[in-house]
């Protein structure tokens, strides 16, 4: 079996893999209404949120599931947000408010960029309409890790905008800080640094924010957070759950605390990423940030010279690894290289080992 260092779906532990396989339930029944509990307790307490403020929802979908939900069910009719992107994933949060007619305004910055601080006040300034400001945490596109600690500064700034962040490739192994952000709302997934399996998302909601929303039409059916909200809370589902996917992110999450939760997580990849980082440098090929600027989950690098990504992934798959192309047009300069899920510092040492063989 190759070593998955594509950004999820992960390598399973073999206990996550094993929880697939649990008796078959309905999701009208109570076994599968304590299951749901049970993950809606343990998603807050990853990050130690008190029940009385936060809620999660947890829905069947991938992540860009929870990213749609988040943005249509905090985003009221009379509502506006701005946009900070700098890379795919916060211009798929543009795409959705397009889509759904939600007003918008964006703060563009080409992929990988820093986000400019001086431009965002500006626009935070001029626009004292604002009722959110939506952002990615980590920006999967290139690995760099937003500075939402100085963004959300100036949020507090100018009228406390509560921030919606997508944090789909950092829930469970990057700090969040929920109440300093103001986050009224933030997506996630689980099979990314949960280790889980693809098919379940889930959202956070601080539950004045939802108190609101449920006074304001509902933008969709099928995703609608007020409506999943109501029926969780109260024992149901308003949907049919993916059962299984369930039983696995409630066995990802309890593994996840048997190890010591995020912090350790955050460190476990810091390892794993130090040796690629290291390893890849002594064959001159330079990580695309920083340390401080990069995400512990993923890592962008230059493609070696005169090596196409195709020929780059081929050889490795033979060798055992699935690293993950660039995407759009950085297909052609860059590789990325992720260390979530059941991997080992040797697997990453032998990563190195084997891009030695290639590259030398
Ligand atoms: C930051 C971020 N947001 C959203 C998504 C979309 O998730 P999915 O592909 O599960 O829909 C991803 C996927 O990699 C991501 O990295």
Redesign the pocket.
Known sequence: MAILLN??PVVLSERVRQALLKPDICHREQEFIDLQNKIRADLLSVYDLPATQWASIVLTG????A?EAMMTSHIPVHGKVLIIENGV?GE?LTSIAKTHGIDHVVLHHAWGDVIDLARLESELQYHDELSHVAV?H???TTGRLNNIDAIAALCNKYDNIPILL?A??SFGAEEIKFAAWNIVACAA?ANKCLHGV?GA?FVIVNKAAMTQMAATPARTLYLDLVRYLQSQDTGGTPYTQSIQVFYALAEALDELSDNGGWVIRRQQYWRRMDIVREGLQQLNIQASFARDASSCVLNSFPLPAGISYAELHDKLKSAGFVIYAGQGGLVKSLFRVSCMGEISDSDMENFIRAMREIVL
Do not use: F, I, L
């Open positions: 950004p999820g991938s992540g860009t599931a990213m994933y798929r990615v980590h920006e999967t997508d789909v490739s997934t693809p998302s």
